[in-house]
């Protein structure tokens, strides 16, 4: 029960990190968990699940790169819960189109993946921060990824909009620390999700990838979870403005 009594909202949680995440979260005690998500079907999946194993959650549709759609969405998690105390801006993409180098990427994919992946970080912190002052104070979670920190052969787009998550992190951090609000990093590294799917499938990639963490195996959903656990926990009161990475030893070497 390391989050009894907390409020908790997880965007992208109807699939991958973020389902995983919201399960953790209502099993560690969570009073009320947001399922936010664009896919209607699976969030009210996860939400059922949760609910079925004795938890409380609810499932909002959130695109969040619609700042109407967080308001609403904020407004859902207060009325039907009473605050917001955690928020895990998680929902992120990577297709085959925004996989390409800076000469191949196009103008419309470039803004399509800071539209979700980076603006959707800045419009989630920007609507949860006014409910958390009022808790007095709060915990603030944005998945990145290792590609926010480290370079790779493709992926142009993804990888300044997840560099950009990280020193926006770190400015967020500092500018509401006086207020209790803490707000982290994490960095995924390799994982089988959703957004991997079609790129793990592809012959020998998965492979690949597995041969460059140390330990061993590709990661799970569960083990970025359990990072967003700590830091959504008061157990990480001490602790704003880290990128917590979670990749098996990928970016040590
Ligand atoms: P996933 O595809 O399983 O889950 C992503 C979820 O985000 C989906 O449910 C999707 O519907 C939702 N989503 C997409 N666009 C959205 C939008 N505009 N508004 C609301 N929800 C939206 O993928 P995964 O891996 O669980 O992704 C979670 C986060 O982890 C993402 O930010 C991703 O970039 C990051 N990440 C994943 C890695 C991996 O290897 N799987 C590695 C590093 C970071």
Redesign the pocket.
Known sequence: MRLEGKVGLV??????????TARFFANEGMAGVIV????DE??AQVMSEINEGGGNAIYVH?????ED?WQAAVKAAVAKYGGLDVTM??????VPASRKKVEDTTLEIWNAMH???AT?VFLGMKHSIPEMRKRGGGSIIN??????IVGSGSGTA?HSA?GA?RTLTKAAAIQYASEKIRVNS????????????DLHAQPGERERRIALIPLGR??L?ED?AWGAVYLASDESSFVTGIELVI?GGTIAQ
């Open positions: 965007t992208g949680a109807s699939s991958g990190i973020g389902a995983a936010a998500d664009i896919n699976l969030g959130l695109d969040v790169s619609d759609h801006n998680n929902a992120g993409m990577s539209a979700v992946n959707g998945t990145s990824s290792i590609f926010g993804y997840k998550v994490i960095h995924p590294g390799f994982a089988d999700t959703g957004m991997t799917k590709m990661g959903p970025m990749d």
